[in-house]
């Protein structure tokens, strides 16, 4: 496993199955590595050395929510294929009239993107063209940092705490007169941790004053009131804070690429001068996007499914002798006993998706939350592999 020079904690991620050659239900008999961010931060490797086309029992992969989309999302969807021969900027339009609603901000604070990630790299795009430096932690999730660094900027990367938190005070030491944008993840991405909701507004309050600060919230709405942890708030105070939500996660339409972003609307036409925002979007997705989003029911149900498997997930590795970094999201992660290739190997034979990481060169699992049968195939097979 290939380990890279830096203090900090991510350093090589292994991907345990139904990677991009994988069909979705099963596993393909070969070896890739790929570099899917183009950074030398993350090396993803698909170890498929064994045991071709095996079915895929429980995918647990990609932090992808098992119980969506919802049905009203579905149907909406469903009706708008016969009007796929028309452009959906009206139906835009209304989505972020009713985005802006919710968020207390104007429809002039709104932009949408094909998921959260698209917003994050065409703001990365806008600001850091010219050079200069971003500031993150590390780890955390690399999209918005990877593209700055593929555009000509540099990365200040600032080690998480010992409770896997943000140093937001090391990130407000670290801006200069060079600092193009700050990037908070939280809940934050792969470590499932969370940093102060108040702590994290004080921060954007005040480093926003020197630059730009960018809050990724695609995980907040796994948290009980999430609109009470967020920090779109400052957006309507006029402050220089961007915030990201997806509809991949809690609203289950990762494949259907939607999104949305918060700021001034200065920002706002920062990215847009450069690159057009609706013109991305096919009418499906919009079309389930307004359904889902009005969908409160399904939801709720979906935060306490999410809770539900994680409750029973970290119990039982707890009884096999694991401890996890306690997750605020649709994934854990916990150090294992074995080395990542025996693991990743046990697990694939097994039809289980996950993802391996090295973290301080010892090998740790980081698990998506399934349905309650998948996460009880996920435990039997843990038991097995680590027999």
Known sequence: MKQLNRRTWLKTSILGLGGITALPTTLSAAVHKTNLW???????????????????????LANENPFGPSEKAIKAISNSISMGNRYGHADAAYLISLIAEKEGVAPENIMLG????????????????????????????????????????????????????????????????????IYVCNPNNPMGSITDFEQVRTFCKNASKKTPVFVDEAYLEFLENP?????????????????????????????????????????IKSVTDLVRSTMGLCIT????????????????????L???????????????GY???????????????????????????QGVGIRMY?????PWCRVSMGTMDEMEIFIEALKVTEA
């Open 306 to 320: 999410n809770k539900e498997s994680r409750e029973f997930t970290s119990e039982n590795i707890h009884a096999l």
């Open 114 to 181: 094909p998921g959260s990630t698209d917003l994050l790299e065409k703001t990365a795009i806008s600001l850091c063209r010219k050079g200069g430096n971003v500031i993150s932690a590390d780890p955390s999730y690399l999209s918005l940092v990877n593209t700055a660094k593929a555009v000509g900027a540099s990365w200040k990367a600032v080690p998480l705490l010992a409770d896997q938190s943000h140093d937001l005070q090391g990130m407000f030491s670290a801006i200069d007169s060079e600092t193009r944008l």
């Open 227 to 267: 609109e009470e942890k967020s920090a779109v708030s400052l957006v309507a105070e006029g402050h220089d804070v961007i915030v990201a939500r997806t509809f991949s996660k809690i609203h289950g339409m990762a494949g259907l690429r939607i999104g949305y972003m918060v700021a001034t609307p200065e920002r």
């Open 38 to 60: 183009h950074s030398k931060s993350i090396l993803e490797e698909f170890p498929f050395d064994s045991n071709p086309e095996i079915a895929m029992k429980a995918r647990l």
């Open 358 to 362: 090295a973290i301080d060169d010892k």
């Open 285 to 304: 997705s919009l079309k389930g996007a307004i359904a889902s989003f009005q969908d409160e029911e399904f939801i709720a149900k979906c935060r306490s």
């Open 323 to 349: 401890q996890e970094i306690p997750s605020h999201t649709s994934f854990m992660i916990f150090p294992i006993r074995n080395d990542a290739k025996s693991f990743s190997k046990s697990m694939t034979d």
